[in-house]
Structure formats: structure tokens, C-alpha cells
């Protein structure tokens, strides 16, 4: 398999076994630039922890040819602070609980990066704006609600981006998994004009038609396996979806929109 | 609670004139009583116009005792500080789980193993080898709690508070032990470990800690960005380029560091580590930039005013320091527990 120009990240074979249980199994994948991938799956099918190996956050269980490498530069010659201005994830969940103003936890976004206080500022300001948190800027943290707290998170996330330039990957962990309608399509939204700019967007998603709503490629993973990979309207079949969750739908096409809809039965 | 309303030049400010306040009551404040104009004038040049035994009391007692109060406050509260920042708890303190013990312990040990060299060379021993032993069982303590207590999600407090119990009943006993086997001489310096005591102040120790807490805050100062991110967690911190296995290490060895020496000045003294950096954060935010300065500030000032108590409150005996601190501290501990206690 060849490394397409465009790709963002690359990784070869890789497999991960945790306590004598197959996590993944194998996977080779490119996810390009300019692109909003979604990884789908069943729970335990491996999502959350190929988005960690993608990450550089956890390391696959080693086999002599697994690799990842970034921009067609192999990881090893990343330093972690050109990496970190680079490449940008946004976790489930975060267990901060010290009392930071939501701007303190926007700025700690700026750590890779070495920008004036003025352009920092700036910065924040349009990150906070972007994901509607402006208002909530001196409050507490800790006192926010779960969908608050999310997108703070990623307001900071964009902030370590803000420098990418044209080498940008973000990747979204269930980054809707707390968040009202219209907060979900504003945060995916944001994703989506990230990939229209350039970015290589991967997003862990559950819900099905969010998903072919905003993904130009749909990853399906299901017991470590990649199942089914292409476009929404291929890989979102109702054959795939019985087959990973064992569950009866069909799949029709929106009525004003040309995305596939998945009604459950 | 939220009370971050002063601009950090005014928190500084403030902190510093109540520490040279609080300083300066210190010096005249004692069994023998001196004046301040007499106070002030024996930390100047014409000190030597004063009688012989007020010269003595002042600059070989009192002024020795209020440095080392300011120092060793200082530390307790900047190692305290990045303790709860490695933690990610603002109730991991060097006291409650158990590294204070472990670094009583390894100072315990120094004393009676090198007791035949400590009468040729005091010198050595007090700024050398027992600092080093304290050091040691300080930096075990730290790793044992930490990889005990802590995981990917977090901190279990549960875990960490217990570590600190059965690490402090093994210290203390371990101490006992010592006691039991030790000389008169030994004994006299082994007391001081259990309740903490500030009344051995020397010029020696003075340098010893000044020298320590230059290092410690210009090190912790320049990670604080580091600290900062490492409270989101350790994978955000990574995601964000820190190297966390590299920092986490080197704030376990320097907080050790830091406990070990102030063990091996003035004994265990409980607390400051845990009231200060909580008073920190409820003044100017978690940021380490400013809350380590701070905290300096504001350790100096709690210890000297907990060492006056301890000096006045039962004239003419002494209270051991530690008393004093774990009679304000206990509760405010208590107090933070009940916050915490959905999150156990």
C-alpha cells in the first residue's frame, strides 16, 4: 500500500493486546488531509483506543512492522512540541478539578505554542466565541456542566491548533456525547470547516446519522477489525450496520440533503 | 470557593509587608523581653551598642529562628503546592500521606547509624548526612504513594490517604525502634523529629535551606507551565508536548528534596503544605506561575506565626511547633475532606 500525498497520519500493522484480549487487530490505515473521517462501532470494538495509538497516547502492542508516522515523517522524528502544535485531540472526558477560569483552561492551549500576549489573547478570544463560551469566560471551571466543560475543552484543543498552519489533524473523542441539538451540530460544524480548510478531522461518534451527516469517510471498526470503510452511502449500508450491531435498520435518503438517514426498527 | 479578586502585584505586596510585620514581632518577641527599638537596632550596624546578652539572645537566637521559620515555611509550602499539582489533589500534602514520616525516618536512621562521626563532624551530619538520609526516605515514600495511588484517571484518594496511614505507622515505628536502641545523645536529637521544632535554628541550617529553596522555586517556577497542564491529565498534558514522565519525576525527587531538608532542620511539621497552596488557589487560580510565589510568601508568614504561638502560648516552656500547626491545620483538613467526600 502506498502513502497517498495527501496523507496526515499514517499507520501501518498495528495491533493491540491488552490482558490476553485482542483490542485491535491489524489495521493499516491513511487518513487524509481535507477529510472528516468518523470512526463507528459497536462498544469495545476498538475506537476509542485506535483514536489513542493515532494519538501517540498509547503505544500498540509491538510487532516488528507496525508503524505511524505523521505528514509522511516517520513519529520518532517528531519532537513532542512541534508534534503538539500540530496534532490535537480532544479527550471524552477530563478529570480537571482545580478551580481554573474557563479562559485559564482555553489558554493552557497556548503551551506549545509561542505566541504574544496580544496575538494570545486574540486567540482565545475567537476559540471561546467559536464554540460559544465567551460569556462563560471568568467562570469557574469546576462549576460548568458536562456540555459546558466539553466545549471549553475544545475551545482549547483549536487554540493549540492555531498555529498548524497547512499540517493540521484534529481528532474528537464522542465529542458530542454531552452536548445539546444545536451544540452537537455547532461542534461538528466547527470539525467539518476544519476539513474544508485542510484539516484531517477523526471524530469517534455513536450516532449513526450524525455521522453520514458529516463525514466524507466512515470507518465502521467492529471486534478490532476495520469492517467496512468508504463513503457514508457505502460504508453505512444497512447490511453493515445489521452485521456490526446486530440491529434492523434501513438506511433512506434524506429528503432535501444527499446523506443517507439510518432509521432503527 | 471564589474570591480571585486582587491583582497578584497587590497579593505580593501585601504578603510581604505582613511577612516582614510578622518577622520583626518575631525577633522581639520571646521569654527575655527587648524592645523593638532594641530589635531593630541589633539588625543594624550599631547592633554592638547593645548589651552583650541582647546582642547574644537576638543574633544568636531569635533572628537565626525567624529565617529558618521563613525558609522552611517557604519550602513546606512550594513543595506542598507542586505535591497537590503531581496529585491532582489538593489534598495530597507531604504530612497526611506519609512522605514527612518516611523522611523522619531515613533522618532517624542517619542519626543513629553515623552517631560516632556526628561529634567529629556536626557539620557534616547536619547539612549533609541527614538531609541525604531524609532526602531518601522522603523520595521512596513519594514514589511508593504516587504509583500506589495514582492512575490514568486520576488520583484515588482513598488509596493515597491509606498509603500515608500504613507508611506512617511503619515510619513511626521504625522511629521507635530507633528510640529504643538509641544513647542519651540520640535521643535528644531524635525527639525533635516527632513534633518538629524550630529552636535549633543555626547559621549552618539557614544556608542550607536558603540555598534549597533558591533551587527548588527557580525549578518549579520554570515547569509551572508543565504543572499547569499536567492538572487537565496525564494524557492532555502529553497531547499538549509536556513530557510528563520526565517532569513527574523530577517534581517527585525536588518535593522529596524539599521535605527531606526541612525534616532534617526542624523535624516533621505538618500542614503548611496543605493550607497554604488551598489559601493559594482561592486567591489567584491554579496557575503555578503565580501560586508558587505566592505560596512562598505566604508558608514563610503561616510558619513564623505558628513558631510565635509556640514559643508564648505556654511561657516559659516551648510548645513543639508542630502542635501548633496541626491544631490549625487538622481541622481545615477535615474541612476539605467533607468537600471531597462525593468524590472518594
Not at chain 2, 98 to 116: D, H, P, T
Not at chain 2, 186 to 209: F, K
Request: hydrophobic letters at 50%; a neutral charge.
Amino acid at each position: 500500500m502506498s502513502i497517498p500525498e495527501n496523507s496526515a497520519i499514517s499507520c501501518k500493522n498495528i495491533h493491540l493486546i491488552l490482558g490476553g484480549k485482542v483490542i485491535l487487530d491489524d489495521i493499516s490505515l491513511h487518513i487524509k488531509q481535507g477529510e472528516v473521517t468518523t470512526l463507528l462501532g459497536p462498544n469495545g470494538a476498538g475506537k476509542s483506543s485506535l483514536l489513542k495509538i493515532l494519538a501517540d497516547e498509547i503505544k500498540g502492542t509491538e510487532k516488528s512492522n507496525s508503524a505511524i508516522s505523521y505528514f509522511n515523517e516517520p513519529k520518532q522524528n517528531w519532537n513532542r512540541g512541534k508534534l503538539a502544535q500540530h496534532v490535537g485531540i480532544l479527550p471524552q472526558q477530563s478529570t480537571l478539578s482545580f478551580a481554573f477560569t474557563v479562559r485559564e483552561v482555553v489558554e493552557l492551549g497556548l503551551l506549545p505554542l509561542s505566541l504574544s500576549r496580544k496575538q494570545a489573547q486574540k486567540v482565545t478570544n475567537e476559540m471561546l466565541e467559536k464554540v460559544d463560551t465567551l460569556h462563560l469566560e471568568s467562570r469557574s471551571y469546576p462549576l460548568l456542566s458536562g456540555g459546558e466543560k466539553q466545549r471549553v475543552h475544545l475551545a482549547r484543543v483549536l487554540t493549540q491548533l492555531s498555529e498548524s498552519g497547512d499540517k493540521t489533524v484534529l481528532m474528537l473523542d464522542e465529542p458530542t456525547s454531552a452536548l445539546d441539538l444545536s451544540h452537537q451540530h455547532n461542534t461538528l460544524k466547527i470539525a467539518r470547516q476544519m476539513a474544508d480548510q485542510g484539516a484531517a478531522v477523526i471524530i469517534v461518534l455513536h450516532d449513526l446519522n450524525l455521522a453520514a451527516q458529516y463525514s466524507d469517510r466512515v470507518l465502521i471498526l467492529n471486534e478490532g477489525k476495520i469492517h467496512a470503510d468508504g463513503s457514508p452511502w457505502h460504508a453505512l449500508s444497512a447490511e453493515n450496520i445489521a452485521h456490526v450491531y446486530q440491529h434492523q435498520v434501513q438506511v433512506l435518503k434524506h429528503p432535501s440533503a444527499d446523506y443517507p438517514v439510518i432509521y432503527t426498527m | 470557593m471564589f474570591l480571585r479578586q486582587f491583582p497578584f502585584y497587590v497579593l505580593i505586596l501585601s504578603a510581604i509587608f505582613l511577612m516582614v510585620l510578622v518577622a520583626t514581632f518575631s525577633i522581639v518577641i520571646g521569654p527575655m523581653t527587648i524592645s523593638v527599638a532594641d530589635s531593630f537596632k541589633g539588625l543594624t550596624p550599631w547592633a554592638n551598642e547593645l548589651p552583650a546578652h541582647i546582642q547574644l539572645v537576638i543574633h544568636q537566637i531569635r533572628l537565626p529562628r525567624t529565617i529558618v521559620c521563613l525558609l522552611v515555611g517557604a519550602i513546606l509550602a512550594i513543595s506542598g503546592t507542586v505535591m497537590q499539582g503531581l496529585f491532582r489533589n489538593p489534598l495530597a500534602e507531604p504530612g497526611i500521606i506519609g512522605v514527612s514520616a518516611g523522611a523522619g525516618l531515613g533522618a532517624a536512621i542517619a542519626i543513629v547509624a553515623f552517631s560516632s562521626i556526628a561529634m567529629q563532624y556536626p557539620l557534616l551530619m547536619n547539612i549533609a548526612a541527614v538531609p541525604l538520609f531524609a532526602f531518601l526516605g522522603g523520595a521512596l515514600t513519594t514514589l511508593l504513594v504516587y504509583s500506589l495511588g495514582t492512575s490514568k484517571n486520576g488520583t484515588s484518594v482513598a488509596v493515597m490517604l491509606l498509603a500515608g496511614v500504613a507508611i506512617g505507622a511503619l515510619s513511626g515505628a521504625g522511629i521507635g525502634y530507633l528510640n529504643f536502641i538509641a544513647t542519651d545523645q540520640m535521643l535528644r536529637d531524635l525527639s525533635l523529629w516527632s513534633m518538629g521544632s524550630l529552636a535549633g535554628a543555626t547559621w549552618s541550617s539557614i544556608a542550607l535551606a536558603t540555598v534549597s529553596l533558591v533551587i527548588l522555586l527557580t525549578i518549579f517556577m520554570r515547569n509551572a507551565k508543565g504543572l499547569n497542564a499536567l492538572l487537565l491529565g496525564e494524557a492532555e498534558a502529553g497531547h499538549l508536548g509536556v513530557n510528563t514522565q520526565k517532569l513527574k519525576r523530577r517534581m517527585i525527587l525536588l518535593t522529596a528534596a524539599g521535605v527531606g531538608i526541612t525534616v532534617s532542620i526542624s523535624g516533621m511539621i505538618g500542614f503548611i503544605g496543605l493550607i497554604v497552596p488551598h489559601l493559594g488557589r482561592m486567591l489567584t487560580g491554579p496557575d503555578h506561575k503565580v501560586l508558587l510565589p505566592l505560596s512562598a510568601l505566604m508558608g514563610a508568614l503561616l510558619l513564623t506565626i505558628a513558631d510565635m504561638i509556640a514559643r508564648i502560648a505556654v511561657t516559659p516552656a516551648e510548645l513543639p511547633v508542630g502542635i501548633v500547626t496541626a491544631i490549625i491545620g487538622a481541622p481545615f483538613f477535615l474541612y476539605l475532606l467533607f468537600q471531597q467526600r462525593g468524590r472518594m
